[in-house]
């Protein structure tokens, strides 16, 4: 089956360790789950919005996603640091573990879940 690719914000939307944008996708049994993107290095990154200590959305404010350095993803619940690129909790409670990545791909001034 083709990939589907969804448009989820424009270019623009997304700075450089800037505020992400949030949205909602399913997974493969029709659940709803909460997603967001935010761009690291130039390049845009897609997680599901759970911490991987404890099934609660990660943004301390909506779409805030950085650390006070905006350097990694932070969990406003009880601090854990996770790298942008990666997913992998690097500092905090679920150190090892990783955010679950939702492909994105971003193409003609577009930011776009893949699935
Ligand atoms: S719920 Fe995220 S660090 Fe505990």
Redesign the pocket.
């Given at each position: 089956m083709a990939a589907r690719k969804r448009l989820i914000c424009r270019t623009s939307e997304l700075e450089e360790c800037g505020s992400g944008v949030r949205f909602v996708t399913t997974d493969k049994n029709g659940e709803k789950l909460p997603g967001f993107v935010i761009r690291h290095n130039g390049i845009v990154f897609g997680y599901v919005n759970r911490?991987?200590?404890?099934q609660?959305e990660?943004d301390w404010q909506h779409g805030e996603f950085f650390d006070a350095d905006r350097q990694l993803l932070m969990?406003?619940?009880?601090?854990?640091l996770y790298a942008p690129n990666t997913g992998e909790c690097v500092g905090?409670?679920?150190h090892g573990a990783f955010l679950t990545k939702l492909p994105m791909i971003e193409e003609d001034d577009g930011v776009y879940l893949v699935n």
């Open positions: 911490c991987a200590h404890i609660v990660l969990c406003a619940t009880h601090g854990a905090g409670p679920c």
